[in-house]
Each structure stands twice: as structure tokens, then as C-alpha cells.
């Protein structure tokens, strides 16, 4: 079980994995709907999937990452050779998604009197529920009695089956990317370290905000790093008789939008008054097939007639670090750490070292930019708006 613990108490706990156990597939659409759902599926073959008896147990649906993806109870003695029944689900799921036996739901959290100590069930701080929409599930602990920690995964049905317990946790851990590593890493290369009397130059606080101002230097180089390609659909939907959604607030780089199966073309804020002002317009509400961007807001063209559902396809924007504990995505952990070393040079006036360092992160950076664009995309230019009245 792979740990990481930060100076506030957030344990990140990788979640449980799923390599050797049974796996199908749906077969058709599944609506969130009345209790005792029946799910269609290939096959229910396999050691894990019980289709008799009271041993029930449970099911993730969709993969990990996944925003739709869950965990469900599966009642064992309504299974078929080619069904689950479970009580409810939270989201629809399409044919085609995969369903997977998990051993576990929940994560027990565990405190220790002191390092070293043997774990105790009764010291339990919290168990909570296991997070599907990322590789890991985060607990916060906010309380004072316990410096050191273990994990371990929970079934909390039948007789309550508890995996072997994590490492012990400390204070002392932080994962590869983190920000304070990346700090650390910056500080080390600068030949400095952090301030740790008040009012100095360079305090954490200072750290963070620099590596964000590499962050943003990074992205005024490249905006459409594949791993910040995101698809939403959790989004707002249009609404009857408004013109207008909202922009995700990560946004860095639209590609589409997307409503009924059909992408959105874009127009000109001109070519929108056109349409819209101009007095002539032959179609003033239906199922939109037009978009302009204004007001910090996507303006639909015709107006919704109906509340659609959207999609947005673009690349985002990295998480603002706030915390020593924040990961940076891992392409943009050297090239952060060279620029924070830069910048940590020159707040100590070496000017030389600070030149050095610079010219390594220009390098660093323009390496990644190739690897994640490819030779024939290299330096993506971004989209030219144009007026087009006559071509509608």
C-alpha cells in the first residue's frame, strides 16, 4: 500500500489494486434508476463473481480516474451468469464500461501512540470510503492525539475483512512530486535553503508561489500537454431560454463543445451580433449548433430551446499548489525544479548561478515541449478568431 503524509495530516493512500481479479463488461446502458438495479454484462464467469449464496461483495464500476466510475454492492444471490443486481447506482454508465471485483470499499486510518508501536483496530481515527475518481483516496486528520499512522483497506460487509496494514506514516513522508521535493530539489541546486526566521527572503510561503509562477511559465510555452487533456460532463447543461455556459474554471485551451453528439462550431463575436441583432434571424431557439466566446461566458447560437447536456473537450490547466503536499504532474517536475532554482539564486543575488540555472530550465523545458507535441507539432499555434458572416 503506498503512503504519503504531510506536515497538516494528509494521508494519500494509493487505492487498492485490482491486477488478477475477475473483469467483464457492460453490455448496454445503465440509467440511474429505482432500487435494485439489474446490470447487463458479458459474463459473470469467474472465481470472484458469486452468482448464489449470501456472500455478497463488490463491484467498481468504470476504472480508476474515472469520473463516473463507482463502487457498488452486488447481491450474490440474485447473479446470473450474465447479470449483477445491485441496490442503486450514483451515475448512468454505457455499454462497453468495464466492471471489475474489488475486495475492499473502504480505508481504515489508524493512529499510533508512538513509532514502531503495533497497530490497533480500536485507535481506528476514521474510515472512510475509497475514492474511484483517482488513483488515490486523501484523509485529512484535524485532530491532535497521534503523529503516526497505518492504513489498511476494509470490506464492511459480511465479517468486515481487513487487509494487512501500510507502512507506518509519518510527518517525515511526502511523495516523489510533491511540492516540498520539488522545492527541496530547487533549493539544493540554487546551493541555498529556506528561511526559517521571520522576515526573511525566502520563507515556504515564497516557495510555493514560485513554483506556481513556474507553472505559469510553462504553460505560456505550451498549452496542450496531452496529460491536461480533460473531457467534462459534469458541467452545467444548457438551460431553456439562455443563452449562455459557463467556461471551466481550469480551462487553459478549448478544443469543443459538445451537445446532442454534435460539436459546436465557433463564430466571431461579430458574425453572433449578426445572427442575433440583426433583426433577420431565421432560427432564434432550438438544439445549439454555434458558440462565441464573450462576457467570460460561451453564448450559444440558436438559444436552447431545452436543458441539454454538455460536454467540454480541452486541456486544462495545472492545480494551483497551495500546500507542500500538492503534486505536480511528473513531466513538469524537472523543469519546475530548475526554474524555482533560478529563482531562488537570484533572491540570493548570485547572478551567475542564477544565469546557469535558467539556460538548464530553458533546455529542460523545450525537451518536454518536443516529447509531448511530436516533430510535426511542435509549438502549437493556437486558434485565429476570423469573421465569417458570409460563410453561414
Not at 458469486?50 to 464500476?61: E, F, M, P, S, V
Amino acid at each position: 500500500m503506498t503512503i504519503a503524509q504531510t506536515p497538516n495530516n494528509v494521508i494519500k493512500i494509493a487505492n487498492p489494486p485490482l491486477d488478477g481479479y475477475d473483469r467483464t463488461y457492460l453490455t448496454s446502458d445503465v440509467d440511474i434508476s429505482s432500487p435494485n438495479i439489474d446490470i447487463s454484462v458479458i459474463s459473470t464467469a469467474g472465481d470472484n463473481f458469486k452468482t448464489t449464496g449470501t456472500d455478497d461483495y463488490y463491484l467498481l464500476i468504470g476504472d480508476y480516474e474515472d469520473e463516473k466510475a463507482e463502487i457498488q454492492l452486488a447481491d450474490a444471490s440474485v447473479c446470473t451468469t450474465v447479470l449483477f443486481k445491485v441496490a442503486a447506482i450514483t451515475h448512468s454508465h454505457s455499454a462497453s464500461d468495464p466492471i471489475t471485483f474489488i475486495p475492499y470499499n473502504q480505508i481504515k486510518i489508524i493512529g499510533l501512540a508512538a513509532s514502531g508501536d503495533t497497530p490497533d483496530i480500536a485507535n481506528t481515527v476514521a474510515t472512510i470510503d475509497i475514492d474511484t475518481t483517482k488513483q488515490y483516496t486523501s484523509y485529512t486528520y484535524t485532530g491532535d492525539t497521534y503523529s503516526y499512522f497505518v492504513t489498511a483497506y476494509f470490506n464492511e460487509v459480511g465479517d468486515g475483512t481487513i487487509s494487512a496494514y501500510s507502512d507506518e506514516i509519518s510527518s517525515a513522508s511526502f511523495g516523489r512530486n510533491s511540492a516540498k521535493r520539488i522545492i527541496e530539489s530547487g533549493l539544493r541546486k540554487a546551493q541555498t535553503s529556506i528561511d526559517e526566521n521571520e522576515g526573511g527572503l525566502l520563507s515556504w510561503d515564497d516557495a510555493i508561489s514560485i513554483l506556481n509562477d513556474g507553472l505559469d511559465e510553462i504553460m505560456t510555452v505550451k498549452q496542450k500537454w496531452s496529460f491536461l487533456h480533460t473531457i467534462d460532463t459534469t458541467g452545467d447543461d444548457t438551460v431553456a431560454s439562455t443563452n449562455y455556459i459557463s467556461i471551466p474554471t481550469n480551462l487553459s485551451t478549448l478544443e469543443f463543445i459538445i451537445i446532442k453528439d454534435l460539436k459546436l462550431k465557433w463564430i466571431s463575436k461579430l458574425d453572433y451580433d449578426f445572427y442575433t441583432k440583426s433583426g433577420t434571424t431565421p432560427v432564434s431557439s432550438g438544439e445549439p449548433s454555434l458558440y462565441t466566446i464573450k462576457n467570460e461566458k460561451y453564448y450559444l447560437f440558436p438559444t436552447p430551446d431545452a436543458a441539454y447536456s454538455v460536454i467540454y473537450e480541452y486541456y486544462k490547466y495545472p492545480t494551483q499548489i497551495t500546500d507542500l503536499t500538492d503534486d505536480v504532474d511528473r513531466a513538469f517536475a524537472t523543469i519546475a525544479i530548475y526554474y524555482c532554482a533560478y529563482q531562488f539564486a537570484s533572491i540570493r543575488g548570485n547572478a551567475k548561478k542564477a544565469t546557469e540555472l535558467y539556460g538548464q530550465f530553458e533546455k529542460v523545458l523545450e525537451r518536454q515541449r518536443i516529447q509531448y507535441s511530436g516533430p510535426s507539432q511542435v509549438g502549437d499555434g493556437e486558434s485565429a478568431e476570423q469573421t465569417n458572416t458570409n460563410n453561414w
